[in-house]
């Protein structure tokens, strides 16, 4: 940027927010408020969420793509509009369709999750066609660019305009007119920035004293890069497991806003959104899909400042797949250090196998995977091994153990790409 801004340059205006308010009345839900007891009792503090998986799509998402489509040009809203999406937005565009009766294209990516496409049919019915390509949510963005422009339609951004930060910043209001106390943090969920725009953007005007922190995934830190830097930055590659935050690069106008109005950015590993994806479904019944459980995630590494004090998070989408649910659970546990995963060299001859099991393992120890396939004319062959152990810090007396007994091993549980392939 060629000069220095202050706050108030990229504040929403609080008018525009309450006029999109007022056109989504009808159309979204006003989702609640809610302390959460047992997120409460574990951090000591009074943990609110704002349940925005409650919403008519299951995430906010609506509120930014209803109130950009609805004030279209009305020649721009008889055309047709495209956009591209990991999901939540595209299920907002496409029930905004349905509703605007304005026929659609939606682009995703080809892995997005069954639950998510299945969802985007529902909300659009007969008025939105669905394209599936690119492996992230870039390469879908880029061939719609590229399809919109040769059509000449309206493009509908996931969160890189101004109507879009406007509709989701209707989250923030809610928030205020409902909690009947000080806010002293905000938690909320950075894809390409459109809540935490919005979101901030409200606060810091009816809230200043509230601390802003927006939430992103170790493996997509594209905001917490740009900012950090002070420049747009574009990825090279992302973990694309947190599909619904997993971005390249921010918007021009969120990565504006955001670097002036939030106090921090976080980032939390995949492993941790895993963990509480299961803790939230299996202590409290509440079903998210892994960008709806970010701010939650966070909490973690704000324990000590958050205790006593009154905490928001943003809960931002439930649209998960349940198919996913084995790899959550397989994720968790290696976050947890309960699943290790080694290549190990065995020598070929008889009774290998057994003085591993014997002397490497101990009773607690539990061998979860076992590849081999033998090697002829070979005097050794590697073996791919997985072992859940009862504590984490199991894992260095197995490995100690290894090395006593000649085996010399990979440790491969940071290397998620190959275990992919494996598991």
Request: proline content about 4%; aromatic content about 8%.
């Amino acid at each position: 940027m060629d000069k220095t801004l202050t706050d108030t340059d990229y504040l929403v205006s609080l008018q525009k927010v309450e006029q999109a308010a007022q056109r989504l009345r009808g159309v979204i839900t006003k989702t609640p408020l809610l302390q959460n007891l047992w997120l409460s009792q574990n951090y000591g503090a009074n943990i609110y969420l704002k349940r925005e998986d409650l919403q008519v799509v299951r995430s906010y998402k609506i509120r930014g793509a209803y109130n950009m489509m609805a004030t279209l040009p009305q020649v721009r809203r008889e055309g047709e509009i495209v956009c591209a999406s990991a999901g939540n937005h595209a299920q907002g565009v496409a029930y905004a369709c349905q509703l605007l009766g304005i026929k659609g294209y939606i682009f995703m990516p080809a892995i997005t999750p069954a639950q998510k496409v299945n969802k985007v049919r529902l909300f659009g019915k007969d008025m939105v066609e669905i394209i599936l390509t690119g492996a992230t949510y870039d390469d879908s963005f880029q061939a719609a660019k590229a399809f919109c422009d040769s059509r000449c339609s309206t493009f509908i951004p996931p969160f890189d305009d101004l109507a879009i930060v406007e509709g989701q910043a209707t989250v923030g209001m809610e928030v205020l007119t409902e909690a009947a106390f000080q806010i002293d943090y905000l938690f909320m969920p950075i894809g390409g920035g459109g809540l935490a725009s919005g979101v901030s953007s409200v606060f810091r005007q009816l809230s200043p004293q509230t601390k802003l922190i927006g939430v992103q995934p170790l493996g997509a830190p594209s905001m917490y890069n740009s900012i950090r830097e002070q420049e747009r930055l574009t990825l090279d590659t992302i973990d694309s497991f947190v599909d619904g935050a997993a971005v390249k690069c921010p918007g021009e106008l969120t990565f504006a806003i955001c670097r002036e109005l939030l106090d921090e950015i976080a980032l939390v590993p995949e492993g941790q959104v895993c963990e509480d994806i299961l803790k939230m479904y299996n202590e409290e019944g509440v079903v998210l899909e892994p960008a709806g459980t970010l701010s939650i995630s966070a909490l973690k590494s704000y324990a000590d400042q958050i205790a006593g004090k009154n905490v928001v998070c943003v809960i931002s989408g439930s649209n998960n797949d349940i198919t996913r649910m084995e790899d959550i659970k397989e994720r968790a546990m290696r976050h947890q250090g309960l699943k290790h995963y080694f290549m190990v060299t065995f020598n070929q001859q008889p009774g290998a196998l057994r003085t591993f099991v014997n002397q490497v393992l101990h009773p607690g120890d539990d061998i979860i995977h076992f590849q081999y396939i033998k090697k002829n004319n070979k005097e050794k062959g590697p073996v791919f091994i997985g072992i859940e152990v009862k504590h984490p810090h199991d894992v260095e007396a197995i490995k100690a153990r290894m090395h006593a007994e000649g085996f010399d091993y990979e440790y491969l549980n940071g290397k998620q790409d190959f275990l992919s392939l494996l598991v």
